[in-house]
């Protein structure tokens, strides 16, 4: 059973930066592709970035392109998502998703496992 732990939210200043961490389990996941979404107040869930497990490949919602980063780390199952030069638009619950497969998937309906998420607020 795959399993999605996020963990870093909290609450920072405009401009100021988090990392948040998705926790992998369940499954060997150099075959898939693991995401990052978003859903503030009112809204629907929003893709925010995704990565290819297996060759690193990336790709970035405009809105974030140039202030986040994901990375993984192998060796322990871990996704990240450094995020810099906050803003106020950026609070939300931020969730992580995983689904097998090595392209870059930016729906929601794509991906089989998330997480319960992780809240992020930023105040102006």
């Known amino acids: 059973q795959v399993q999605l732990v996020e963990s870093g939210g909290g609450l920072v200043q405009a401009g100021g930066s988090l990392r948040l961490s998705c926790l992998a389990s369940g499954r060997t996941f150099s075959s898939y592709t693991m995401g990052w979404f978003r859903q503030a107040p009112g809204k629907e869930r929003e893709f925010v970035v995704a990565i290819s497990w297996s060759d690193g490949s990336t790709a970035y919602a405009d809105s974030v392109k140039g202030r986040f980063t994901i990375s993984r780390d192998s060796a322990k199952n871990t996704v990240y998502l450094q995020m810099n030069s906050l803003k106020p638009e950026d609070t939300a619950v931020y969730y992580c998703?995983?689904?097998?497969?090595?392209?870059?998937?930016?729906?929601?309906?794509?991906?089989?496992?998330w997480g319960r998420g992780t809240q992020v607020t930023v105040s102006s």
């Open positions: 998703a995983a689904r097998s497969g090595s392209s870059i998937y930016y729906f929601i309906r794509q991906y089989d496992y």
